[in-house]
């Protein structure tokens, strides 16, 4: 079908005698070729799926409206769009659906273009069901190593902070990382998350090149930084519901996981406050929970535990085991040493950047506790000679 009708002489006649004849006949002639040349939402939003399928993630992605603008798409993952701001935070759950959002994949291939019947069984032979457990246990045994570092180095001008660094963290383990003060563990899981590049090195997420792939290495991951860096204007509900967007997430499925969290991590009376408001360790809560809220392969905590109280810990932990049981994989990083001996299948010491000890618990420790093997490897026994004047007491 041609996308413009014929113009007679007639035509060009009534266009040249007036220009506002010229505008409407452009318009309508102009419409119909926009409409042809511009392939339905719906059925893009169809081709999208099996490579969202293919990346892990947890869903497939639709389009949304995003905080503060109302075409801007979902951003496909949370290290692209890290530093973004969000505009109004009232606008992250308050702002209503509109009515021309894209349909879901499934209602497109329903609605978009009818078939032939030709074209329908040439589809119906070709659908198979996956069973996307088996598939996963297929990528596990592809991949046994959820981490794998070898030859990690980064330093920051004349300070070496990670030397020549090998680590292997198996799928399904509870990794820890100790070590001093400064001994490179918070840059190491930096490097380990994306947040960091290395100066020389290899880092593989579940099989995954970082260097060659970054973004399909940080979708597998959830991470929870040393430094905390959230939008603290907004309220607790509406930072769940930006990171559940920023991972390409529906508004029901973040809507059910922010209360499934909400109950797990005790936050649920805490998610209509902002989170400045938070206490310490109130935001490490959710934030952690901001990291599990796309069910991630690997998860990269830096001091989970620092300023959370006793009985949130123990809920943290059994949350923890049991991702770790389902075949997650945990690698956290801690000066509690009592906790990692108590709840890591594996660790390393690491002190000066370099990896001293490596192994499983019994294999490291060596017939002696955590913390004595600590101490002896860290060698920072420290000196209070010296101190005599801090007898006097002054005043």
């Not at 511009?38 to 059925?43: I, M």
């Not at 030859?151 to 300070?159: A, W, Y």
């Not at 389902?326 to 950047?353: F, K, N, P, Q, Y």
Request: glycine share 8%; charged share 25%; proline share 6%.
């Amino acid at each position: 079908m041609p996308l413009a009708a014929e113009v007679t002489t007639d035509t060009r006649i009534d266009l040249e005698a007036s220009p506002s004849a010229r505008r409407l006949v452009a318009a309508e002639h102009s419409a119909p070729e926009r409409a042809e040349a511009r392939p339905p939402r719906g059925v893009v939003a169809a081709a999208a799926a099996p490579i969202v399928a293919e990346l892990s993630a947890p869903v497939p992605t639709e389009h949304h409206e995003t905080p503060g603008s109302e075409d801007a798409p979902v951003a496909e993952d949370a290290a692209a769009v890290e530093e973004a701001p969000v505009a109004d935070e009232a606008a992250v759950t308050d702002a209503p659906s509109s009515d021309d959002d894209a349909p879901l994949a499934e209602e497109a291939t329903d609605h978009a273009h009818p078939m032939s019947d030709d074209q329908v069984a040439h589809d119906a032979s070709a659908t198979t069901v996956v069973d996307t457990d088996a598939v996963d246990a297929a990528d596990d045994a592809d991949h046994p190593e959820a981490i794998h570092i070898r030859g990690l180095v980064k330093r920051f001008g004349d300070t070496t902070a990670v030397d020549g660094i090998d680590l292997t963290v198996p799928a399904g383990s509870f990794y820890g990382l100790v070590g001093p003060n400064g001994a490179g563990k918070t840059t190491t899981l930096s490097i380990i998350s994306g947040l960091l590049r290395p100066d020389t090195g290899t880092v593989h997420i579940s099989g995954i090149d970082q260097r060659a792939e970054p973004l399909a290495a940080k979708r597998v991951m959830g991470v929870l930084p040393d430094r905390l860096r959230a939008f603290d204007r907004l309220t607790g509900r509406q930072l769940l519901f930006y990171y559940g967007q920023l991972r390409g997430l529906k508004r029901a499925v973040i809507e059910s996981r922010t209360a499934d969290l909400a109950r797990a991590f005790d936050l649920t009376e805490a998610l209509s406050r902002v989170v400045s408001d938070y206490s310490a360790g109130m935001t490490k809560k959710l934030m952690l929970a901001g990291a599990l809220i796309h069910s991630p392969r690997v998860l990269v905590l830096d001091e989970p535990f620092e300023a959370v109280d006793p009985v949130s810990s123990g809920v943290i932990l059994d949350i923890l085991r049991a991702y770790v049981s389902h075949g997650g994989t945990v690698i956290l990083s801690s000066h509690g040493m009592d906790l990692v001996e108590r709840v890591c299948s594996r660790v390393a010491v690491i002190v000066g950047g370099e990896v001293l000890a490596e192994g499983t618990i019994d294999e490291v420790r060596a017939g002696r506790t955590l913390t004595e093997r600590f101490v002896e490897l860290s060698g920072s026994s420290g000196e209070v000679e010296g101190l005599e004047w801090l007898h006097t007491f002054s005043g």
